[in-house]
């Protein structure tokens, strides 16, 4: 098991920055990909971005040039800045970790409680 704790979020003003952080603890496997998620009224829960465990990155085309997610593996902790916040921003954000053994085996998926964004225009 593994435990996603999330902290940051809140409401921001339409341009603004905001960070998001999310620790993990417990069975985190050799292979991981720790990331963000969102979720906004009525919509679909959708990739933000992701990390590796090498450090390799994927964001949404939504939010490049905009956020930055990065990882202290010392820590387990993924974080997210977010700047140039729009409206179209706000959801909840929900920290994720795919973690497995070795390629030829599923992913184990975990997910966090979710963090309240909010941008005002």
């Known amino acids: 098991q593994v435990q996603l704790v999330e902290s940051g979020g809140g409401l921001v003003q339409a341009g603004g920055s905001l960070g998001l952080s999310c620790a993990a603890s417990?069975?985190?496997?050799?292979?991981?990909?720790m990331g963000w998620y969102r979720q906004a009224p009525g919509k679909q829960r959708e990739l933000v971005a992701t990390?590796?465990?090498?450090?390799?990155?994927n964001y949404a085309d939504s939010v490049k040039g905009r956020f930055d997610i990065s990882k202290d593996n010392a820590k387990n902790t993924v974080y997210l800045q977010m700047s140039s916040l729009k409206s179209e921003d706000t959801a909840v954000y929900y920290c994720?970790?795919?973690?497995?053994?070795?390629?030829?085996?599923?992913?184990?998926?975990?997910w966090g409680q979710g963090t309240r964004v909010t941008v005002s225009s």
């Open positions: 990390i590796t465990n090498t450090g390799s990155t």
């Open positions: 994720n970790i795919k973690t497995r053994s070795t390629y030829y085996v599923a992913w184990n998926d975990y």
């Open positions: 417990g069975s985190i496997l050799r292979l991981n990909i």
